[in-house]
């Protein structure tokens, strides 16, 4: 991250979308407690304010990410190819609370 930062001549970054693969979550029942030990990490260094989740690798991996309370906002991906990455995950419109 502190390279990343170096190159992109930035003291942080505001948001910070971390992607991985299903086949992370299958090798390893403690991927999220990492990806959990990491964000705060980087979130108490300064280096980010926000953790985003990325739902690429489908619903099941959607639904670990948004239950671990590690990620501060989605990246929701809905692309043809993608096979309706969240179908039980995101709420209806309806439900949304719009901010007063």
Known sequence: MERSLT???????????????????????????KIGENVARLKGD??????????FSGERTHLAQTGSGVFDHLFVNFSFADGAACVRGAPSPSRIRRPR
């Open 7 to 33: 190159l992109l001549r930035r003291e942080s970054l505001d948001l910070f979308n971390i992607a991985f693969m299903r086949s992370a979550l299958d090798h390893d029942q403690r991927y999220l407690e």
């Open 46 to 55: 300064g280096l980010i304010r926000f953790a985003g989740a990325d739902t």
